[in-house]
């Protein structure tokens, strides 16, 4: 039975193959078209969406499904991690943004995580779900 793409809805199975784990190598997309700091959102197929992003070069792929109550996390909006500055007193004289640690926000109540690490900002025991994600000739896929 052939399988159908996710993005070009045509069937193509030799681009989606099936390991005997069961685990699929889903093709997401041409590399040129995640540039660094950006973003795709993907249907993988009707129960899973998953979010792949390239930052410092590198790609992080995760569910579409917050860990709080099930937003759509990956659609959220991506800042960078905020830090509070401190003089020799420990005194807080304001914060500052960490762009070497970009989050990305929750848009139905907040929830904050870690796009390198896939972690709460306030609580590393909650997390996202993740995916294998590489690239391969110019090409973008996840395992799913
Ligand atoms: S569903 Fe994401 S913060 Fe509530």
Redo the contacts with the bound molecule.
């Keep these: 039975m052939a399988t159908t793409h996710p993005l070009k809805g045509q069937q193509d199975q030799e681009r989606i193959p099936v390991s005997t784990s069961g685990v699929r190598k889903v093709l997401i997309g041409r590399s040129d078209s995640l540039p660094n700091g950006g973003r795709l959102v993907v249907d993988i197929d009707e129960k899973i969406t998953i979010g792949i992003f390239r930052l410092d070069n590198e790609l992080y792929a995760y569910e579409n499904t ?1 860990a ?4 759509p ?1 990956c659609q959220g909006r991506i800042l960078p991690r905020v830090v509070e500055v401190m003089d020799s007193t420990k005194q807080i004289r304001g914060q500052n943004w960490d762009e070497s640690d970009m989050h990305i926000v ?1 848009p ?4 904050e995580y870690s796009i390198k690490t896939g972690r709460h900002a306030g609580d590393g025991k909650i997390h996202l779900r993740s995916f294998p994600v590489h690239e391969a000739e110019g090409e973008i896929y996840v395992e799913v």
């Design positions: 917050c709080h109550s099930g937003g996390i929750c139905w109540h907040g929830f």
